[in-house]
């Protein structure tokens, strides 16, 4: 009877401690930073082709005579903070300044310096749509989460120039030849960190994106699709035929609902993930397709490439097998934990 009484009032005990393991784990777990590298390509892409976009127009966004000007803009954001290096550039500069934004952002893209061009990069982004509110679109506002958590953590640290560099250094340093292989990075906390913080983000996104569908009374009955395939504004791919198919176009439209509004419970699902991301890859290829939103699309998968296997991109990336990775990984473990490193466990110089 004590031994119940015991284990009932350790309940609770046990329960936070369990709890607070799962959430070291889930936030805190070192992990390969090669998928956060390849996510920083994808988004240091867009972000380049955006604003390379943006600089088809510079004289009307930001010139002399813009559509929207500064004062304009600043009167827009009221008494809320907008930060935005556009409001100390005089119009006559504006191309100069555009410059120097499109280098930063070739140079994040390419990993260079990127502890420095990474926060360039969220600081340009975030720069141009508070000076322009009016061009703000879902496109903008994804471009900005990622890159915000890609400069909290190392996007640097693989599939970057700065990888090339400090791979470069630690030969002439160990003296090693060019026949050395040089193994994928260590795991990383602030990569596992960054990738989490993507992951919440986007489930965070989807839920609320379908729950905001539900407030249109087209979507509970079916014809939401229907409506979009419709609209000449943004079609590109004549999808009316649908309008003799009525219950497809209802399937689709609840489908693409419930598959929203369950991201975030089944992408966790090891099992399940495969299915969810497959998912993913058909709405957004079929909204670029039908509707023309490329971009955004794109940016959205790019976002969901934060729930693929890190090791397993790890391992594609660097060509290596799953047991020299499973072998380098451990080694690193008892290393960082102090404890020593059999000989026969080969490992990676500290390329920090």
């Known amino acids: 009877m004590s031994r119940l009484i015991a284990g009932i009032l350790n309940y609770p005990v046990r329960l936070v401690r369990t709890t607070a393991n799962c ?13 956060l590298g390849l996510i ?15 600089g088809t127009a510079l004289d009307d966004f930001f010139g002399p005579h813009a559509w929207v000007t500064r004062d304009l803009a600043l009167a827009y954001h009221g008494d809320d903070y907008a930060f935005s290096f556009w409001w100390w550039v005089p119009p006559e500069n504006a191309a ?10 070739v140079l994040f893209t390419l990993g260079f310096a990127t502890r420095l061009t990474s926060i360039a990069a969220f600081a340009i982004t ?16 994804i471009n900005a989460m990622l890159a915000l958590y890609l400069a909290i953590g190392p996007s640097g640290a693989a599939l970057s120039v700065d990888r090339w560099i400090r791979t470069r250094l630690a030969r002439r340093r160990t003296s090693a030849g060019p026949d050395v292989r040089f193994r994928s990075p260590p795991p990383s906390v602030g ?3 960054a990738l989490r913080l993507i992951q919440v983000h986007m489930c965070v996104i989807y839920f609320f994106a379908g729950l905001t569908k539900l407030q249109g009374p087209a979507w509970w009955d079916g014809q939401a699709l229907w409506m979009a ?18 219950l497809l176009a209802n399937l689709l439209t609840h489908v693409s609902i419930a598959w929203e509004l369950s991201f975030c419970v089944l992408i966790w699902k090891p099992l399940l993930r495969p299915l969810v991301l497959l998912g993913a890859v058909a709405l957004h290829i079929g909204i670029g397709v039908c509707l023309g939103m490329w971009t955004f ?11 693929l296997p890190d090791e397993s991109i790890a391992r594609f990336v660097a060509g290596e097998d799953s047991s020299n990775t499973a072998t380098d990984t451990a080694a690193r473990s008892l290393s960082a934990k102090g404890a020593p490193v059999s000989a026969g466990a080969p490992s990676e110089p500290a390329l920090r």
């Open 126 to 141: 975030v720069s141009y749509i508070y000076r322009v509110p009016g061009a703000l679109f879902g496109l903008d506002k």
């Open 297 to 307: 699309g794109l940016i959205m998968l790019v976002g969901c490439m934060s729930f």
């Open 96 to 105: 100069a300044a555009h410059s120097i934004c499109m280098v930063l952002l």
């Open 23 to 35: 959430w070291q784990q889930f936030w805190f777990s070192p992990v390969s930073p090669t998928l």
């Open 229 to 246: 395939f419709a609209n000449l504004e943004y079609q590109t791919l004549d999808m009316t035929w649908i309008a003799w198919y009525p």
């Open 191 to 193: 990569a596992n960190l």
């Open 40 to 54: 920083r390509i994808c988004c240091g892409l867009m972000l380049v082709y955006t604003h390379a976009v943006w």
